[in-house]
Every structure is written in structure tokens, then in C-alpha cells.
């Protein structure tokens, strides 16, 4: 089935510890995305690739790091997690289209909890 | 400040009862906008792209429609399975690829 897998699904992680959080599709979908998801906060974009080889910084990059080496893989790594770090997080992709804008398609998203 | 904000933050009905709920928008030049839902533990799953006022779109119970400052989602006789967390989402020029979401309404249909 065509989508978008994350992994873990959940995860309990000591604070100081290094993770990373993997996203990989199967659309052939040029751009790429995380964003963190907080109670009374709404969907916050970390940081983005709209291709292959580049990323971009979101709304809240702080202490997370991303790649993008090819089209299918998009890894987020926390070098050294924080507690403030739990949270959902979903990885979404989009395909580029010349003309008009088309949706987002999101994982299942992996809960973090940093303790 | 570019801001999207959506309005109830939760709402409850009945089965059968038909609501809105409110998506407000400031952006500069809105590429287009983007209802999804979010059920517990998911990801939110794609309905509606609107790109201009005007605009409607239908889907079994929804219907989105758009104006130039905001949108509405529209709820026709909802059943308990329409019961899960809308989401808007803007995509402008200042963001290229980017969206940006607003919180969410969380409905809640009662059988």
C-alpha cells in the first residue's frame, strides 16, 4: 500500500540520549516534512526538503537536525532530547505540481516521550 | 503576522443536528487551503483543497467552502463517526511548499 511509514510508533527515550525518528515514502513525493503536534498548539513545522539533497528550517528547528541523501527518506534526529521534546510527531510529503497546490499525505506519526 | 485560527475549539451535537465550524485565515497570497481530519492516535487525513473565493467542495456529509478572509466546514445531519479533529491549513507565498495549520476543532457527535 502506497503511503508514508513511520518509525517507531512510540518510543520512551532518556533525556541526554541521541534519537532519530525515520520517514520513508513511497509516492515518489518531492517535498518533504515534520512537524510536531502539542496539545492546545496545533501541527508546528520543524524543518522541511522540497527535493532531494536540500532542507529548510520550520517554525521550531531548535535541537532537531534533518536529510535528505534521496527522494524516499527523510530522518529526524534529536542529538540530545530534551523533556520539552515530548511530543507527536508527523512526517507528511507532498508532490509538486505546476499548476495549483496539492494536499500533504501524513504517517501515522511516532509519540515520543522524553523523560 | 500570518495566523490561521479556528473557532469552536470543540463543539458537541447530536446526531443529526447540522453546524459550521470556522477557519480565519491572514496570509499573504493564499495559495490554497486545506481541510483534513484527525482521528486519536492518526494522522490527519486529507478532504478538501480550496484556492479561491468562492470556492465549494463537497464530500458525503462536509462541504468546505471559502471566502477571502476565511473558510467553513459545513455539517450536514452528522452521524457519530463524523466525531474526530478538523484541521485547516494554509499554503501562501511566504512559505513556498509550507503549510501552516490552525489548531483544530475537536467534534464530538452524540448517538
Known amino acids: 500500500i502506497a503511503g508514508i511509514t513511520q518509525a517507531p510508533t512510540s518510543q520512551i527515550l532518556a533525556a541526554g540520549r541521541r534519537m532519530t525518528l525515520r520517514c520513508t515514502q513511497d509516492m515518489r513525493h518531492n517535498a518533504m516534512y515534520w512537524y510536531r503536534q502539542d496539545l492546545g498548539l496545533g501541527l508546528r513545522l520543524i524543518h522541511y526538503?522540497?527535493?532531494?539533497?536540500?532542507?529548510g528550517k520550520g517554525e521550531v528547528p531548535d535541537g532537531y537536525s534533518v536529510s535528505r541523501a534521496n527522494t524516499d527518506d527523510f530522518p529526524l534526529t534529536l542529538a540530545s532530547a530534551v523533556p520539552s521534546q515530548t511530543s507527536v510527531y508527523f512526517c507528511?510529503?507532498?508532490?509538486?505540481?505546476?499548476?495549483?497546490?496539492?494536499?500533504?499525505?501524513f504517517g501515522q506519526g511516532t509519540r515520543l516521550t522524553v523523560v | 503576522e500570518d495566523q490561521v485560527t479556528q473557532s469552536p475549539e470543540a463543539l458537541r451535537l447530536q446526531e443529526g443536528e447540522s453546524s459550521s465550524l470556522n477557519c480565519s485565515y491572514t496570509v499573504s497570497g493564499l495559495r490554497g487551503l486545506f481541510w483534513y481530519r484527525q482521528d486519536p492516535g492518526k494522522g490527519p487525513e486529507f478532504l478538501f483543497t480550496l484556492y479561491s473565493a468562492g470556492e465549494e467542495k463537497e464530500k458525503e456529509r462536509l462541504k468546505a467552502t471559502l471566502t477571502k478572509k476565511e473558510s467553513f466546514l459545513h455539517i450536514t445531519a452528522p452521524k457519530p463517526e463524523d466525531s474526530a479533529t478538523y484541521l485547516c491549513?494554509?499554503?501562501?507565498?511566504?512559505?513556498?511548499?509550507?503549510?501552516?495549520f490552525g489548531p483544530g476543532t475537536r467534534l464530538s457527535v452524540l448517538p
Open positions: 507528511a510529503s507532498k508532490s509538486d505540481r505546476a499548476i495549483g497546490d496539492t494536499e500533504a499525505f
Open positions: 491549513a494554509v499554503q501562501a507565498g511566504n512559505y513556498g511548499q509550507n503549510f501552516v
Open positions: 526538503s522540497n527535493t532531494a539533497g536540500t532542507t
